[in-house]
């Protein structure tokens, strides 16, 4: 989805050096975290790297008029030249929808049409049939978690599923998943908490808090520990209940 094999093989050879974008997502899909590389790049891609990181900056920052300026201005600029650019610029007008509170089912919308520009088929294909970076899950996490949940052949619940899944089974850095984890298993165990699933709650975030350990991050430790307190008190509960029978 992010290139013809074709073109990944000359850059094997060495023949060609991807750009940016493709450099970035195959290391992510390979799970190495791309920071801890050395990327050299020419001027036009350093500079349009750092306008993005500029935008994102921003927008992370809440500071929503700059960076509708500077989107505008992105979008009309000569950046715009593949799908890695429509993509970024996807992502970022999504980002500042959220800061503006609009319409969630249009900021899923956003970033459906964002994942599928290096994912195509993600919502018809489970997610392990594929080779994905930490940035495609995320996106997929935070379509999911805004979607409509009744809206396409999918639920959210199952796209929660599919990412504990694939990130159970991705042979990668820890520091990788830990930025991941966490946050699919607060959003998966919403609905397991709804059916008293309590023990796969537990499982859940005994699993993330290890990787929490591992990686001294705190990427949503209150969330998952307040989702152990409400399993633990469940079974609990249902013991007593059990007990007095």
């Not at 093989?9 to 450099?23: A, L, Q, S, V």
């Not at 979008?75 to 890695?84: E, G, H, L, P, V």
């Amino acid at each position: 989805g992010i290139c013809e094999r074709s073109y990944l093989w000359e850059c094997t050879k060495g023949d060609k050096n991807p750009n940016k974008p493709i450099t970035s997502i195959l290391l992510q899909r390979l799970g190495m975290d791309e920071y801890e590389h050395e990327d050299y790049l020419c001027y036009s891609e350093y500079k349009k790297f750092m306008e993005q990181k500029h935008i994102f900056n921003l927008l992370e920052n809440g500071r929503i008029l700059e960076a509708k300026e500077e989107i505008r201005q992105y979008k009309n600029s000569d950046y715009i030249k593949d799908r890695f650019d429509k993509r970024f610029l996807l992502i970022a007008k999504a980002g500042l929808m959220i800061l503006e509170k609009q319409d969630n089912a249009k900021v899923a919308e956003l970033l459906k049409q964002a994942i599928k520009k290096t994912v195509p088929n993600f919502l018809k294909v489970h997610l392990n049939m594929f080779l994905l970076g930490t940035d495609e899950l995320f996106l997929i996490l935070e379509y999911a978690r805004l979607k409509p949940e009744h809206c396409g052949n999918i639920s959210s619940h199952t796209i929660y599923e599919q990412v504990i899944s694939y990130l159970d089974k991705w042979k990668c850095d820890d520091l990788v998943k830990v930025k991941l984890y966490p946050k699919a298993v607060c959003l998966a165990n919403k609905k397991y908490l709804e059916n008293k699933q309590y023990e796969k709650v537990l499982n859940n975030c005994n699993t993330a808090i290890k990787y929490i350990q591992k990686r001294g991050k705190h990427y949503f430790l209150i969330e998952v520990l307040e989702d152990k307190a409400k399993a633990l008190e469940g079974i609990i509960i249902g013991y007593d209940n059990t007990k007095n029978i």
